[in-house]
């Protein structure tokens, strides 16, 4: 059978309450015994009294029978001698009644020594003592009512208060439970709103916090709720760089998409011209053309495939790599390329090694010089620089051409981002240069950052050592 699920609320306050019962029973219990305690050594030192009254008596003037002696209401006396033993009992009008041979039969089997409880018929507990004077052994009681009336009003009492107790302590208890656990009933309240969201789509921006109030980690609330924010803010970046991931996505395949049906295009137009027109120049010259653009498209496809080789975390080439030829190999590929560019080198004289692959290595320092040649101006003056700084091996590409524009800087290493917003062919590139630079870098472990402004653009390519 399923036990129904109780709030932490209710138990906790069930356990206060339970234990507010358990230690009135526990102090009732030990409250009783001690006061029955004491009330016993009183009786008991009444008895001791009253045994040596009825000594005395029997010494003075034999046993007596008329008179009490100045016993108290209740007490009953014995005197055995042999097999003969009488006995007496003073009543509430203080006279002196004979036992019933029942009752005197009872406390004649008691033996001399410590007092002791019995129970005496037709006149109940009775707390007694028996002691010898000479061949007669004296055997003297009281009655234990008033103690058994006293432990009864006493546990009347404690019942009653203990009670008043408990539903004082389970309405405390729930009061004070239920405003303790108010913070976390917040914290609750803010998990829901969360769990509320769609997070499964779209962009979900700043999701709800719990208060600054209830944050103070000394406490085991707070330090929920600092939990709590802690993976709400959390779990906003990974939902944010998924909506950003899709959103690249969308705008990749469009840019792709884009790049791709310009060159399907003029190939597709020269195609149908080629079949249309029996002139062999213009077949000649759209054959031309359909080599250039699928050429172009090649390269563009190339450069996609490299960039989702990279995004999966497909693993380079690593080999030493001479970081001072690659750059001398790649400037004068670029003089011969753009001559009306002035290249320049600054190398030292030992040569820079770093291990990784020299090909895509190649391809970064090409593809900046290549940025740098296609977006200024003849005559420029482009600075290729290697240096060694701590760990890291540093290669600087400067020039003083115009600058790239403040607007596109955030973004300029970003997939098909041109300067040239039309993407036209005579933009010159996809691109995709400068993304693809970035991306092989990163896959080196290494980094790659811009600073332009007028007349000054450094690119600064750092990998490890």
Do not use: C
Not at 142 to 158: A, H, R, Y
């Amino acid at each position: 059978m399923k036990v129904a699920a109780r709030s932490l609320s209710v138990r906790v306050a069930a356990a206060m309450v339970l234990l507010v019962a358990v230690m009135s029973i526990v102090i009732g219990a030990l409250t009783t015994a001690a006061i029955s305690s004491y009330l016993t050594k009183q009786l008991d030192g009444k008895v001791d009294a009253a045994q040596g009254r009825a000594i005395g008596a029997l010494q003075n003037n034999g046993p007596p029978r008329d008179s009490p002696h100045g016993q108290d209401a209740g007490t009953v006396t014995v005197y055995a001698e042999s097999s003969d033993a009488v006995g007496s009992v003073i009543t509430a009008d203080g006279k002196l009644t004979t036992l019933s041979t029942e009752v005197v039969d009872v406390l004649d089997k008691l033996t001399a020594g410590a007092n002791s409880t019995v129970d005496l018929p037709t006149l109940g507990e009775y707390r007694v003592h028996a002691s010898s004077a000479g061949p007669i052994t004296v055997i003297t009681g009281l009655p234990t009512k008033d103690i058994q009336d006293t432990i009864s009003s006493l546990v009347g009492w404690e019942v009653l208060f203990g009670g008043v107790g408990v539903l004082t302590a389970g309405g405390v208890a729930v009061f004070v439970v239920r405003r303790q656990l108010r913070p976390l009933r917040r914290v609750a309240q803010t998990a829901r709103e969360v769990a509320g969201l769609p997070l499964d789509t779209g962009e979900i921006g700043v999701t709800a916090r719990v208060p600054d109030q209830l944050t103070d980690e000394r406490t085991e609330v707070g330090q929920v709720a600092v939990a709590l924010n802690t993976l709400l803010g959390h779990m906003e970046n990974a939902l944010d760089a998924r909506h950003r991931s899709e959103q690249q996505v969308r705008q990749f395949v469009a840019d792709a998409s884009h790049e791709l049906r310009t060159p399907l295009t003029t190939i597709h137009g020269y195609a149908q011209l080629s079949l249309h027109q029996g002139d062999p120049e213009l077949f000649t010259h759209a054959m031309g053309k359909v080599m250039v653009e699928t050429t172009r498209m090649a390269s563009l496809v190339e450069d996609l495939l490299l960039l989702a080789r990279l995004d999966s975390g497909r693993p380079l080439d690593s080999h030493p790599v001479d970081l001072s030829r690659l750059a001398l190999d790649s400037v004068t590929d670029a003089r011969i390329v753009a001559p009306s560019h002035h290249w320049e080198l600054d190398l030292p004289a030992d040569p820079i090694i770093v291990i990784g692959d020299e090909q895509r290595l190649h391809q970064v320092v090409t593809n900046l010089l290549t940025n740098a040649r296609r977006h200024t101006p003849p005559g420029t003056t482009v600075t290729v620089a290697a240096s060694l700084a701590d760990e890291s091996a540093v290669l600087t590409i400067h020039d003083d051409g115009p600058g790239i524009p403040a607007d596109l800087l955030p973004n300029v290493f970003q997939r098909f981002t041109r300067a040239d917003p039309a993407r036209t062919s005579t933009a010159g590139g996809t691109g995709l240069g400068l993304s693809l630079a970035r991306s092989i870098t990163n896959a080196h472990n290494g980094t790659l950052t811009l600073t332009s402004v007028p007349h000054s653009t450094t690119f600064t390519l750092r990998l490890p050592r």
